[in-house]
């Protein structure tokens, strides 16, 4: 049942809330700030956890103009979902067919002469003309074409646009973040690949290296796109500076109901293997979100949550479906909302403080989210009230 404007009342069991406002504001926030012609925003992994289709439709609103996912899959998903706004896909199966694609209007990104040819190859089965961005390996070593291939796969891919099969739409890499000037070599790189391009006589419309730190630190990345993600979602990509002193508002908040409660006396253990052990008569409470769910069993002992207003440790093993929480002298109940993460201005724990506790990084910590977790929305507009207490 969901009354009043479809929020429902009650905490969920296990739920995931999507603050669609936050996700609004932050591309309004980076449009601003960045000031590039175009906007990517990138909802590859189901939105980084948050939902592939609300984002999608919240970010275009919001003033993002293109769209970034790794699979072709993903991209129909968005096509199929109602979403005609320019998408790209750069990571493919190596036996792909790109006719659902093309026929789709789905950009692919490619990054060797086996992939224009299978580009070509489709859209001559369709009679269509496939629209490519080029991806070019500029440090990272993970796909994108090799320097030594650059002057040959420019020159196929400008015999194949005269040939009226594809047109190469974009240039685009992506960086290591490994340092300033790693990044810095990286871009000299890029750069001398535009040229040569051009040389070969293609003439892309977008050309882009940034992804969200480079976008928000090093502007001779920015070109004429950025491709945002973990700032769309609102967390940030650096150790030194916070979702808040970049300006961004954390989008997710993972919350469930205390499941149980019990008074232990000192010496209890809990949980698998005993890890800890109650150090003097208190108060336990039962959360009902595991490792199946995404919460990290590496955070076993070191992250903490939100209960009532107050902060708790997590104590002993993080199992499959649950967790426990060491709550002392202080009374909980049964049904209580317990925040695991969300807007630490709101006095939730914050992701990044999760990938702290877990040795990772927040972007696992909300893309890992599982099927188990329902994800609720909250409208751009709507109170937001993530993490209420009371
Ligand atoms: C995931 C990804 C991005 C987004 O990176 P963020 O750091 O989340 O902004 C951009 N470009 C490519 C190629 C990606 O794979």
Known sequence: MRPHGGRRLVTGF??????????AANVAHLRTLIGTPHLMAVVKANAYGHGALPVAR??????????GVADVDEALQLRAGGIDA?????????????????????DLGLSSARQLRQAADAAAALGRTASVQLKLETGLNRNGVHEPDWADVFALAAGLERAGLLRVRGLFSHLSNASP?????????????????????????????????????????RFSMVRIGIGLYGLSPFED????????????????????????????GVSYDYLW????????????????????????????????????????????DQFVVSVGQVNVSVG????????????????????????????????????????????PGEATQSGTEG
């Open 14 to 23: 296990r739920e995931a809330v999507i603050d669609l406002g936050a996700i």
């Open 58 to 67: 919240t970010a275009l609103a919001a003033g993002a103009d293109w769209l």
């Open 86 to 106: 320019p998408i790209l896909a750069w990571l493919h199966d190596p036996d792909v067919d790109f006719r659902a694609a093309i026929s789709q209007d789905i």
């Open 181 to 221: 000037s790693d990044d810095a070599d990286a871009v000299g790189r890029f750069e001398r690949g535009v040229r040569l391009a051009a040389d070969a006589g293609l003439a892309p419309s977008l050309i882009h290296l940034a992804s969200t730190a480079a976008a928000l630190r090093l502007p001779a990345a």
């Open 241 to 268: 500076q916070n979702s808040h002193d970049l300006g961004l508002v954390p989008a997710m908040t993972l919350r469930g109901r205390v499941a149980a409660v019990r008074r232990v006396a000192a010496g209890a």
């Open 277 to 320: 052990r109650a150090p003097e008569d208190g108060n336990l409470a039962l959360v009902p979100l595991g490792y199946a769910d995404g919460v990290p069993r590496q955070a076993s002992g070191a992250a903490t949550v939100r209960i009532g207003g107050r902060t708790h440790p997590i104590v002993g093993r993080i199992a499959m």
């Open 336 to 379: 209580d909302e317990v925040v695991l993460f969300g807007d630490p201005r709101a006095g939730a724990p914050s992701a990044t403080d999760w990938a702290d506790a877990a040795g990772t990084i927040n972007y696992e910590i909300v893309t890992r989210i599982g099927h188990r977790v329902p994800r609720s929305y909250r409208q």
